[in-house]
């Protein structure tokens, strides 16, 4: 079984100039995270999604960042304009809903350089 | 004050050494709690979970103590592929999962 798949995995930008990512979750999982790991740190959620429904974007940037789960499959991760300090790796993962094992299941990430 | 907090290390040990880490969490209504290893340059992965009456899992012994609100990992026997970075994570509710910074451990020969 496929895991989930995000692409790019590396992306080397100017600042001010924008970005996507994508991410393609575990078939059959209805809930979708973006995370932001900075070097030295651990995950910092985003957003979550159940579904298509954004449930928890309360981290999430929204002057510069926005996020889309228009299916409920597939999301995108869209930064406009970068700055320096966006520079990190940007996972994503899935679970099942309603799952209370904690077990996320994380691409293998999406490490952006903004210089 | 952070909502998880870990010692970043790292923790150099030799092999066949005992390391134990622990982590705390602030807010007391957390339900759940698990351990997560990540190596370098690699995605996080679920090691174990943590179970109020502590449970363990061959060499991997987590434990959990809600009235001072922290959890451990203990490792006996290191061995050199125990080398990693530890993840303390905290379910705050409503399936919002909190990552903490991470302990790193090197094991040696």
């Known amino acids: 079984e496929a895991g989930v798949v995000q692409s790019p995995r590396y992306k080397i930008i100017e600042k001010k100039q924008p970005v996507a990512f994508w991410c393609n979750p575990i078939s059959g999982h209805n809930t979708l995270y973006w995370y932001r790991q900075n070097l030295g740190q651990g995950p910092e959620l985003l957003i979550r999604y159940e579904n298509e429904e954004a449930v928890d974007d309360s981290q999430l940037p929204k002057d510069r960042f926005s996020a889309e789960r228009l299916k409920g499959v597939d999301s995108t991760l869209k930064i406009q304009p970068a700055e320096l300090g966006d520079s990190a790796v940007y996972l994503c993962?899935?679970?099942?809903?309603?799952?209370?094992?904690?077990?996320?299941?994380f691409g293998e990430g999406s490490r952006l350089t903004v210089l | 004050r952070k909502e998880v907090e870990q010692d970043p290390g790292p923790f150099n040990v030799p092999e066949g050494a005992t390391v134990a880490f622990n982590c705390t969490y602030s807010?007391?209504?957390?339900?759940?709690f698990f351990w997560y290893r990540q190596d370098c340059r690699k995605e996080p992965k679920l090691l174990m979970s943590?179970?109020?009456s502590g449970n363990e899992d061959g060499r991997f012994t987590a434990q959990l103590n809600r009235a001072s609100q922290y959890i451990s990992l203990l490792i006996r026997d290191s061995k050199l592929s125990d080398s990693a970075t530890y993840l303390c994570v905290v379910n705050t509710g409503f399936q919002k999962l909190v990552f903490g910074t991470g302990t790193r451990l090197l094991v040696s020969p």
């Open positions: 807010n007391s209504a957390s339900q759940s």
């Open positions: 993962a899935s679970s099942l809903s309603g799952s209370n094992t904690g077990e996320l299941f």
């Open positions: 943590v179970y109020s």
